[in-house]
Structure formats: C-alpha cells, structure tokens
C-alpha cells in the first residue's frame, strides 16, 4: 500500500512510521502505534482506526480521508482544480485534465492547498471519486 503511494503520488512512506496498519476483509485500517496494541493481538477485528485503503474490483483505493490528511505530502499526480471545476464533478461530468501521468487516481486540490480527495483519471478526463455526502462538506469559496 504505501509502496503504492510513494509510485503514484510520490507519498514517502516514513509519512507513516508512527502508524500501524491492519487488513481486515477488503479494506485496510491505519492506527497510531501504541504498546496497548500487544495486548489485543488475539482479537478478532472488524474496524479500528481510520480506513485507509479499499479493494474495489481489482484495483486499491486509497480514501478520501487518507488523502485528506496525507495529500499534503504528494509530489505527483496532484491535479489543481477550481470551484467551477468541482461543480462540474458534482455533478458527473468529466473534465479534462492534462497532468502527464497514466490512467488511475489522481489527488484533486483546491486553492493549492485544500486537498479534497481522489478523482479517477481514464483517457485524459477525470470522475470524481468522492461520496457525495462528503462533498457537502466542502466549501468552493477561497
């Protein structure tokens, strides 16, 4: 997994040295390291911490949540994006974007700073690959 951050997005994993991950099912949790997680190897886990990662069909995706809080670290596949840009994404349009990287995700970002979440590049044209309910969230004014 961050393997995968560091190729595509240029993420170094000793972002990460403080966390511990952990598989469950299709998903991956990411959690602060902590002497008290000894003590709960033998348990059965179902959810702890903040997902990280989701299988989805056969790729990897990394949540909206992760890059929100990790974005800050990428170098690549960054693609800057305005308001009306992201109003377009709302609602299901495709906008055409010109980074030079291969088809698959790509961070989108506001204002150089505000890292909203993943869009999904196929063909030169990005999706918006954030639920809705967390666009609601999201203020488009600078």
Known sequence: MLGYLLERFGIAPSNFNGYEMLETGKSWWLLRKSSHLERTSGFKVFACGMKA???VGQFIKPTTRLMQLFGR???RAVMEITGEELRSLAKGEGIPCNLQVENGYVLLRMYGRYD?????LIGGRVQLQIRKTDLQQISIEP
């Open 53 to 55: 990662f989701q299988k």
């Open 116 to 120: 909203l979440g993943l869009g999904l």
């Open 73 to 75: 670290e990428a170098t």
